[in-house]
């Protein structure tokens, strides 16, 4: 091997390293629709893989046969979860179509006349047809755009294909692609790599399975508290409660702002209570049930490397809308957390720190099983040793 041979200067590393930093740019915009099921594909190999590891050791059989066989089982579960679920949601949702229709009826009966205030005619009647006009203007053309509707359709079933493929070969050859990046990576970083994987792979493994099983357990809670009190249409709601889990800190509020209209419009369907009184007693009730999710439900079950602060989940629950739509609002919180992890260890080269503290303490709390007291602690006066005294 040929030491002498010159090796590039810091320059030239830098032309080389920003052409490749554009040309990786421009072939994101490029293809930018591949993006989003790539993404998916990921995922889906992230989210599998154990079950393919933990079929082919048990069975012995070869991974492309079980990398079927879990697809089969992932088929089989949504079919039985959609089975479960379609028909109370159907006659739900049924209900709720022929409750919009009697609001609607009720709105016209009060602003379809005149009214007289202060001497003056005011008729809401011209703006209540030219409203309605206007609401079926918009509506039209969603329902009317049957070939787009057709396309779109073809569409995802190729995307879906598209998907099911790339995902089977990231999960056939996971071991292969492990290794050769790990390979590629410069000797005296190499540890470092296997230290940030392994962080971002407990962020996003926390958040995944965490998350799936802290969804179903708050659509269960949600679902008996909901025949409990009454709350109109309890199983989609309860669902709605599991998926909004998805989008800590925020999600909590979406659905105590629904739970507390349907609340106020229609109120408990089988207690005897005033509209208000039943929405002040689900607003009551979704606090305590919040401070038990944060204090309790997330740290067993999630853990805590993915807590974020309710302004930062904020700014990139939007930030992610703009960027991916539907898909960055659902990965929002475990891709920020992911950034702190590379950021903390840019930040501590840079200024030539320790990039993996011994002790690194995690913005959440293990769980505490006295929560609930706070909700009734007081501070009380502090007595000066000389009052204990005479006390």
């Known amino acids: 091997m040929d030491n002498s041979r010159s090796h590039w200067s810091i320059s030239t590393k830098i032309i080389v390293s920003l052409l490749l930093l554009a040309f990786f740019v421009f072939l994101l915009f490029r293809f930018s629709s591949i993006i989003a099921p790539v993404v998916i594909s990921i995922l889906l190999a992230y989210i599998l893989s154990p079950v393919v590891n933990l079929i082919q050791n048990r069975l012995g059989l070869h991974r492309a046969i079980a990398i079927i066989l879990a697809y089969i089982l ?26 919009i229709q009697l609001f609607f009826q009720y709105l016209e009966s009060i602003l379809g006349r005149r009214y007289s205030i202060a001497g003056q005619i005011i008729d809401f009647s011209s703006v209540y047809k030219e409203a309605m006009g206007s609401l079926e203007g918009l509506l039209t053309p969603v329902f009317g755009q049957t070939l787009e509707l057709v396309s779109d359709v073809i569409t995802s079933v190729v995307w879906v294909i598209f998907i099911a493929v790339v995902t089977f070969y990231l999960i056939k050859d996971d071991l292969v692609l492990r290794d050769w990046l790990e390979n590629n990576i410069p000797p005296n970083y190499r540890q470092d790599f296997i230290i940030l994987r392994s962080e971002i792979n407990h962020i996003w493994s926390g958040f995944f399975r965490g998350q799936l099983m802290l ?39 979406i659905w105590l702002v629904v739970a507390s209209i349907l609340s106020l419009s229609l109120g408990s369907t089988w207690l005897p209570l005033p509209n208000w009184i039943f929405m002040l007693i689900v607003i009551a009730l979704h606090l305590v049930y919040e401070q038990f999710d944060l204090n309790y439900l997330i740290p067993r079950i999630i853990g805590r490397s993915v807590h974020l602060p309710p302004l930062v989940v904020i700014l ?20 920020i957390a992911s950034a702190r992890v590379i950021g903390r260890y840019i930040f501590a080269n840079l200024f030539d720190m320790p990039p993996f503290p011994e002790s690194v303490v995690s913005a959440l709390p293990p769980p505490n099983p006295n929560w609930w007291r706070k909700l009734f602690q007081r501070k009380l006066p502090t007595l000066n040793p000389k009052d204990r005294g005479r006390s």
């Open 74 to 99: 992932l088929v089989l579960l949504i079919i039985g979860v959609l089975m479960l679920i379609i028909p109370p949601l159907a006659e739900q949702f049924s209900g709720l179509s022929v409750d």
């Open 215 to 253: 969804a179903l357990v708050v659509a269960i809670l949600f679902s008996i508290v909901g025949l409990v009190l009454g709350i109109p249409f309890p199983l989609p709601m309860a669902i709605i409660a599991g998926l909004l889990e998805f989008l800590p800190s925020v999600g909590h509020g």
């Open 316 to 335: 990139g629950i939007v930030g992610g809308a703009v960027l991916a739509g539907v898909l960055g609002i659902f990965l929002a919180a475990p891709t």
